[in-house]
């Protein structure tokens, strides 16, 4: 009989799997102001243990229902069987719509229609396999100035905001900006600083005309930003006049020649596409980073990956089918943090799902940020482990568990180039680069709009 005792190295060693970080759901109901100052402070922290065990739940703000689904089948009904029944809920149009007015984030009913079939034959595979080599070029740079700052501890959630900016500069506008580009990327810091914070007053349904002190601050900058947006707009038509063969082919390039769309529709889409479309992805490579650093066999088995695979490649189009376990590691890790924490609509007509009613003008909302880590949904909810995600795996999953990009005609319409970015970004910095978590303690996850860490994730960087 072995009476060996583990080792103090093997006790040092982080659990395995590696039980990824999050506010500890409470067992009592909030108050009130309890429940203001939360949802203001920290949205996810509204959540009780019930909401991560339960087929649903429903409670009542400010007489209003707020039925919350956690079944996939009510997901199914809601998003994909009715959804016309389900329009955008009021507070999230509040926040969002003075932002990104009419684009497709926001727009709603035949305008919506109109702008989805427009922007659709934008992000075909073919145009998004074409956007590769901007996307790892821009991923190179970033490895090679990362690899100088070896032995540094950095914000890796600031860096990978930096690559993805970089990457949306590229794609979007070929780096053809009326602005210098420093300047580009502060008034954009400033105008989605501007969209991520709930204030007190929406929560109470206070009406628009009541100023929002958070929200005024942001205009000044919000119409500056606008201003370069549209003058960008102007000399890429004038350019398309001129010599339509000559202009690059990028997204501004493809929207104005999608039908049907207005020189006002297209700022409107360009701007919710830099709101919609960078942070989120820099949000989850952030994540993954921090999740590998912490499961030491998980980030040996990716390493293996793409030290074996990517010498046989060619070019940074086959990266996304070629790295099935570099994308698994990704998708485990939108599961532990979706980036958007939550679906939200509100309800026209009164609809039923089984034996659960739903009351128009309810708040229905689908989240993501509880579906994804809910017991009666998966093994270990909390844990990191990529293998759920590997292809043999994957068919085990309902559809409607896994909604890191939405589901439905809402869908994410950049979901493929959100995948193909992520997996490219991973492969080329983890080629020659490993992040090693220097926090004292665990990250605090907090919403602000996305779901991201509180202080930042330092990280050192060593060369590997
Ligand atoms: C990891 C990255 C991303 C995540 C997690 C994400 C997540 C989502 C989710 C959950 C929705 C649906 C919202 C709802 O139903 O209420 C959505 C919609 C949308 N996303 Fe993304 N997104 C990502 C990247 C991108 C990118 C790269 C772009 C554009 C370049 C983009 C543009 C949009 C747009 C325009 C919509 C609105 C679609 C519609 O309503 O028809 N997203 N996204």
């Known amino acids: 009989m072995s009476n060996a005792m583990p080792s103090t190295d093997a006790a040092a060693m982080p659990p395995r799997p590696f039980r990824a970080p999050a506010p500890v759901p409470h067992s009592e109901p909030l108050s009130f102001f309890g429940f203001i100052r939360t949802a203001t402070r920290n949205p996810i922290e509204i959540w009780g243990t019930r909401a991560f065990k339960e087929p649903y739940v429903v409670g009542k703000w400010l007489g209003v229902p707020n039925i919350v689904l956690n079944e996939p089948r009510a997901v199914r009904h809601v998003h994909v069987e009715n959804p016309k029944n389900y329009v955008m809920q009021p507070l999230r149009q509040r926040l969002l719509r003075p932002l990104l007015r009419d684009g497709l984030l926001t ?62 500069q590229a794609t979007l506008f070929s780096d053809d900006i009326e602005s210098e580009p420093n300047e580009f990327a502060r008034s954009t810091a400033q105008f989605l600083g501007s969209m991520g914070r709930v204030d007190p007053l929406d929560l109470l349904g206070a009406p628009d005309f009541l100023p929002r002190i958070r929200r005024l601050r942001g205009r000044k900058s919000m119409l500056y930003f606008r201003s370069m947006i549209a003058e960008t707009i102007v000399k890429r038509q004038r350019q398309m006049e001129k010599d339509p063969n000559g202009v690059p082919p990028d997204l501004l390039t493809l929207l104005l020649k999608a039908d049907g769309l207005s020189r006002d529709e297209i700022e409107d889409n360009i701007i919710t596409f830099i709101g919609a479309g960078h942070e989120t992805t820099a949000r989850s490579l952030a994540w993954t980073f921090y999740l590998l650093s912490q499961a030491p066999d998980e980030l040996r088995k990716v390493e293996e990956e793409i030290d074996r695979v990517l010498p046989t490649l060619d070019h940074p189009s086959q990266y996304l089918d070629a790295l099935p376990r570099t994308r698994a590691v990704f998708e485990e890790s939108m599961r532990l943090y979706p980036p958007a924490a939550s679906l939200n609509r509100t309800a026209l007509r009164p609809d039923r799902i089984g034996d659960l009613e739903i009351p128009a003008g309810s708040t229905v909302l689908v989240m993501p940020w509880l579906i994804h880590r809910h017991e009666m949904l998966w093994d270990r909810p909390d844990h990191f482990i990529p293998d759920r995600f590997m292809p043999e795996n994957r068919e085990k999953l309902d559809r409607y568990q896994y909604l890191p990009f939405g589901v439905g005609p809402r869908i994410c319409i950049g979901a493929s180039f959100a995948l193909q970015e992520a997996v490219i970004a991973l492969a080329i910095l983890m080629r020659s680069l490993r992040f090693e978590f220097a926090g004292s303690k665990q990250p605090s996850v907090i919403q602000r709009i996305t779901i991201q860490p509180e202080d930042g994730l330092p990280m050192t960087i060593r060369e590997r």
Request: glycine share 6%; proline share 5%.
């Open 107 to 168: 727009a709603e009913g035949q305008l919506w229609r109109r702008t989805r079939k427009a922007i659709a034959p934008v992000f075909t595979p073919r145009h998004i396999a074409g956007f590769t080599e901007p996307m790892a070029a821009r991923c190179e740079n970033a490895a090679e100035r990362l690899r100088g700052m070896a032995g540094q501890t950095v914000d890796i959630s600031h860096e990978t905001t930096l690559l993805t900016f970089d990457i949306l």
